[in-house]
């Protein structure tokens, strides 16, 4: 039920809390699907894309991994529209049921050496599934989670759908890490990568069943009211662009330092490819953490002074921090850059759901949060990992890989310097 006090709606807590696991169960596995993805790239492309050298198949590898991302906007545009029309619910339990499906595909599906040129073929319409079914998830969790929360803890709680991101990602480096560590190298590339994603689908009845005792969102139910308002004013295409913008540096950060470092570092230091795994863990371990302690600080202090911490801080220590790694080449120069990485991500990846939601109207918040989140994970995410090996193989430089994300640091800077400030405030 909803309690009101002080002309506030309050939300009954037990509903807040399914909204909280709900939401963050659906992201946990859109994170994982991608992670796993990318940790496993090099097997990936051994088994599916067999060019004469490493280097080739490895790019081939990363190259599907972005040609996931393209469904994404499609997904946000159908997916973000039904949910503001229809309902944040029967979206979420949808993307829900297709990444579990789409995940347990990959798991079981032929190699080149069994089925040729099908199994590349095959392995594209898998991550083209992925890519529209999680078009609809970050944003349509991100709104549940910040509709369902009292305006006072939206920082806190949004973050916790985020929480269940990075815990995602970190599932994956640490599942990865496991196989390297207890089957070897060998055992991986023979059968192990495709436990990692069977793993996946086992979380698939489980977050449909949370996913079901979500109530529908107070703020969509009394939509018609927002729309009547006359306050109501604004621009779509230039939220929407905000949006874009604003979202750059969560998957150039994620996808670089987070998902394709492992690789890079495995190529470029003296560690193991376990060692590099369970440094990447480590990292992610420190995003956890650091989440949603930058939510509740947003709630307190506001959105921009946190988010500022986090986008400057990554500009300025990337280049050092990248230096250092290749400098050292040791597992522990490894451990702490990584961790450092990842600390500075979840500064800025805390306050970020409840600033895209108070972004946006109601009536149009599930499309515009998602089709601004989703075409920056194209531009900015998807071929990340392709653009930092390419740009290395190209400057000859493996510093090189800082380039991309700073670039995107100083974009999302600026907007985030643009934007009014908005917690403590009533959503739209």
Not at 112 to 136: D, H, K, M, N, W
Not at 146 to 158: F, I, N, V
Request: proline residues 6%.
């Amino acid at each position: 039920m909803l309690r009101i006090r002080d002309g506030e709606f309050r939300p009954d807590p037990s509903k807040v809390r399914n909204a909280v696991i709900g939401g963050s169960i659906g992201t946990l596995l859109e994170y994982y699907d991608f992670a796993i993805y990318a940790f496993l790239a090099p097997v990936i492309g051994r088994l599916f894309f067999p060019p004469p050298d490493k280097v080739g198949s490895l790019l081939a590898a990363f190259a599907v991994f972005g040609i996931g991302f393209f469904a994404r906007p499609f997904g946000g545009i159908a997916l973000g529209w039904f949910g503001d029309r229809y309902g944040r619910k029967p979206v979420l339990l949808l993307t829900f049921f297709l990444m579990a499906v789409s995940t347990a595909t990959i798991g079981i599906l032929p190699t080149y050496e069994s089925i040729g040129i099908a199994a590349p073929v095959l392995l594209v319409a898998a991550r083209l599934v992925q890519g529209f079914s999680t078009g609809g998830e970050w944003g349509g969790a991100a709104v549940l989670v910040t509709e369902w929360a009292p305006m006072q803890k939206r920082g806190l709680l949004g973050s916790l759908q985020v929480v269940g991101s990075y815990s995602g990602l970190l599932c994956g480096s640490a599942i990865a890490a496991l196989l390297y560590s207890v089957l070897g190298t060998g055992g991986v590339e023979n059968w192990g990568w495709r436990l990692a994603f069977l793993l996946g689908a086992v979380i698939g009845p489980f977050g449909l069943y949370q996913r079901s005792r979500v109530d529908e969102t107070p703020a969509f139910l009394s939509r018609e009211q927002a729309i009547a308002d006359p306050a109501q004013v604004d621009s779509p295409i230039v939220d929407i662009i905000k949006a874009l913008g604003f979202a750059a540096i969560l998957h150039s950060g994620a996808y670089v330092y987070l998902s394709f470092l492992p690789s890079f570092t495995q190529t470029y230091t003296k560690i193991s490819s376990a060692h590099a795994l369970w440094a990447s863990s480590l990292a992610l371990v420190a995003t956890v953490i650091v989440l949603p302690i930058a939510g509740h600080l947003s709630d307190l202090w506001g959105r921009r002074p946190v988010l500022l911490v986090g986008s400057v801080g990554l500009l300025v220590v990337s280049y050092p921090a990248i230096n250092a790694l290749l400098v050292f080449q040791s597992f522990t120069s490894v451990c702490v850059v990584s961790v450092i990485l990842g600390a500075l991500i979840g500064i800025y990846a805390g306050p970020t759901p409840a600033t895209m939601a108070e972004m946006f109207p109601t009536r149009r918040r599930y499309f515009g949060i998602s089709l601004g989140y989703n075409i920056a994970a194209v531009l900015f995410g998807g071929f990340a990992p392709y653009i930092s090996a390419w740009l290395v193989a190209q400057t000859e430089d493996p510093i090189s890989i800082t380039y991309f994300v700073m670039f995107t640091t100083v974009l999302s800077s600026v907007v985030v310097a643009c934007l009014s400030e908005t917690a403590g405030s009533k959503l739209r």
